[in-house]
Nanobody
Framework: QVHLVESGGGLVQAGGSLRLSCAASGRPIDNEPIEWYRQAPGQQRELVAHIISDGSTYYANSVRGRFTISRDNAKNTMYLQMNSLKPEDTAVYYC?????WGQGTQVTVSS
């Protein structure tokens, strides 16, 4: 059984930074595609970033240049570093590995 547990969300002022973590158990993350999604109130869940086994990354246009996705295979943990946060980044953020989802962590950016 695979479990993903996010942490690191919170309230931050516009322009600030947060680092989200997603700790995995039950399966090594080494060669797995990792994704971060977010869902704002009343909106559909959207893909924010992903990283695949060879290290290639993808970012949504709205976060490119501000967010960085990474993984630490030794800790079996993936990260989303979020800089220059904007109020429109406010959402619940979810990590995903294959068909498994974390429970989500709230990020709120005040103006």
């Amino acid at each position: 059984q695979v479990h993903l547990v996010e942490s690191g969300g919170g309230l931050v002022q516009a322009g600030g930074s947060l680092r989200l973590s997603c700790a995995a158990s039950g399966r090594p993350i080494d060669n797995e595609p990792i994704e971060w999604y977010r869902q704002a109130p009343g909106q559909q869940r959207e893909l924010v970033a992903h990283i695949i086994s060879d290290g290639s990354t993808y970012y949504a246009n709205s976060v490119r240049g501000r967010f960085t996705i990474s993984r630490d295979n030794a800790k079996n943990t993936m990260y989303l570093q979020m800089n220059s946060l904007k109020p429109e980044d406010t959402a619940v953020y979810y990590c995903k590995m294959n068909e498994y989802w974390g429970q989500g962590t709230q990020v709120t950016v005040s103006s």
